[in-house]
Nanobody, 120 residues
Framework: VQLVESGGGWVQPGGSLRLACAAS????????IGWFRQAPGKGRERVSC???????FNEVWVKGRFTISRDNAKNTVYLQMNSLKPEDTAIYYC???????????????WGQGTQVTVSS
């Protein structure tokens, strides 16, 4: 069972990135997938989550800037991030859970993370 994040990098404020979370070793259809982030010196916080049925939920502070989606045929979940801000700088992780949860509790199979840096 493995989740691997990719797509991070450096981008200027206002720019966009698309993160990918590739799943292997299990049936992606059976799980919700959450995206989390952790900035230096801060705890890990949820960004977005998508249910097994394709319903996506964002944290309020995302304010429509990010869109989560899934392609079960490709065993991949995406996070499209637009209008990025310096405060979005963090390591972004994905993890699985039977159903979406508001915290890290119950999520497992964490990936190694992908660094997102937003600066001018």
């Amino acid at each position: 069972v493995q989740l691997v994040e990719s797509g991070g990098g450096w981008v200027q404020p206002g720019g966009s990135l698309r993160l990918a979370c590739a799943a292997s070793g299990f049936t992606l259809d059976d799980y919700a997938i959450g995206w989390f982030r952790q900035a230096p010196g801060k705890g890990r916080e949820r960004v977005s989550c998508i249910t097994r049925y394709g319903s996506g939920f964002n944290e309020v502070w995302v304010k429509g800037r990010f869109t989560i989606s899934r392609d079960n045929a490709k065993n991949t979940v995406y996070l499209q991030m637009n209008s990025l801000k310096p405060e979005d700088t963090a390591i972004y992780y994905c993890a699985r859970r039977i159903a979406c949860g508001a915290t890290t509790d119950g999520f497992d199979s964490w990936g190694q993370g992908t660094q997102v840096t937003v600066s001018s």
